[in-house]
């Protein structure tokens, strides 16, 4: 499954917060949407889901018109992550996968055994079937991640829409989830906010500012020190990771000096 955005641009309260803005994401691949607070991550996001249509420009899934497609139809081949709501609080674990059925039942019909299974298929796919049961306002940040995961799988979608997957999760958490949304095989596009988070486990990021595409490419070869300056406002350079080997990025403010 191939997204696109075809020069979308979102005109929102008299001002452009998406001008023009041009990219694929490749099939079975993660791709991050970088950039500073007020970018436009999460409107070009929004605009991937039809919560949001292009003023102008167009979003095609494998060519087919993403603001022409039927809700159902879409709700089969893509699936959302938005930051938690608080309508999951009160649900079980259980109940809030089995929303990902949602576009496969009539309205008010029970679950069914094979439904169940299907759940609990899902939730062992992101190894949370230990949680079924559980309350989900019980789970820790990086849990409910993961039921959230699950219930996106339970849609049977192909790709998957993330906002901040990481936000507020502690470190091993976030790991986690980049870790498992890489491992999934699906195509999968999230708005990302920790730029060494990109360059560990994106393929290709994204890079927004004031509404506009600035770089676009592998992550190695796009989060440079001098565009992260530039966008970011931070000095910036890459070290390899001890532990790792992989490339990392140290940051210092603009300014700053080294006065020893």
Sequence with gaps: MILSFDTVTVHLGGRDLVHEVSLTVRRGTLAGILGPN???KTTLLRTGYRALRPYRGDVRLDGASVPGARPRALARRLAVVMQERDHA??????????LGLTPYKRAFASDTAADRTWIANCLQRVDADH???RAFATLSGGERQRVLIARALAQRADLLLLDEP???????????VL???????LTVLAAVHDLNLALTYCDTVHVLRDGRLVADGPPERVLRPDLIEEIFGVRAATVINPLTGGIQLVYALTGDHDDR
């Design 131 to 133: 949680l079924t049961g």
């Design 166 to 176: 990481t936000n507020h999760l502690d470190v091993s958490a976030q790991h986690d």
């Design 38 to 40: 007020g970018a436009g």
């Design 179 to 185: 870790r498992l949304l890489r491992g999934l095989g």
């Design 89 to 98: 609080l009160e649900m079980t674990v259980d109940d809030v996968v089995a």
